[in-house]
């Protein structure tokens, strides 16, 4: 009975929390959320760099049985040859599939946007947001590399990368741990 009581109380307090906390703290399920943040991923580019492609007589498509699960943590990248990357030569490189690039900050592999755990599934919102708007990881870590556009992302409104969070968590979660960034060619971490 008093096991049970406390079940009770602890249930009770975690709702009144919930129910306490901003509107604009929990990621919108509402259909028209989600539909507009599909929008805004669709024509902000986001599968052009985190989701897989299949090579085709056209060009790269979008691998759609991996939407937006970033570089694949399987795959190998490809050697690259020396001195490609140089003043006058290359400024950066792209594996075929476009999920991870090659430049003077290093290797950088797109992150996987899924809900999964192993890509935004632990994730907030407000995470989320912080990260568009300060170009860290989780909003408070490591620097997210280039490519990734974020200062032009970070200029939306909250309610656009709420509506693109909403989007996000909508997905199928997919079960990919991207690798770290590697650093520049003759550097160590």
């Given at each position: 009975m008093r096991?049970?009581?406390l079940l009770i109380a602890?249930?009770?307090a975690c709702s009144v929390a919930m129910a306490q906390q901003p509107a604009k703290h929990r990621v919108s399920k509402d259909a028209a959320a989600v539909a507009r943040g599909r929008y805004l991923v669709t024509v902000g580019g986001c599968n052009d760099c985190h989701s897989p492609?299949?090579?085709t007589a056209?060009?790269?498509v979008v691998d759609t049985s991996r939407l937006l699960s970033g570089h694949p943590a399987n795959e190998r990248l490809p050697e690259l040859p020396p001195g490609l990357l140089a003043p006058g030569q290359w400024g950066a490189v792209t594996t075929s599939d476009e999920t991870a690039w090659v430049g003077a900050?290093?290797?950088s592999f797109a992150a996987n946007l899924t809900p999964d755990p192993t890509g935004l599934g632990n994730w907030t919102v407000e995470m989320f947001i912080n990260s568009m708007r300060n170009g860290k990881y989780m909003g408070i870590s490591r620097p997210i590399l280039p490519p990734?556009?974020?200062a032009y992302?970070?200029?939306m409104s909250d309610k656009?990368?709420?509506a693109i969070f909403a989007y996000l968590r909508s997905l199928r979660p997919i079960a990919n741990l991207v690798p770290e960034a590697l650093p520049p060619a003759g550097t160590s971490r």
């Open positions: 096991n049970s009581l602890l249930y009770c492609k299949i090579q056209q060009g790269p900050w290093g290797t990734m556009p974020w992302y970070g200029k656009d990368l709420e």
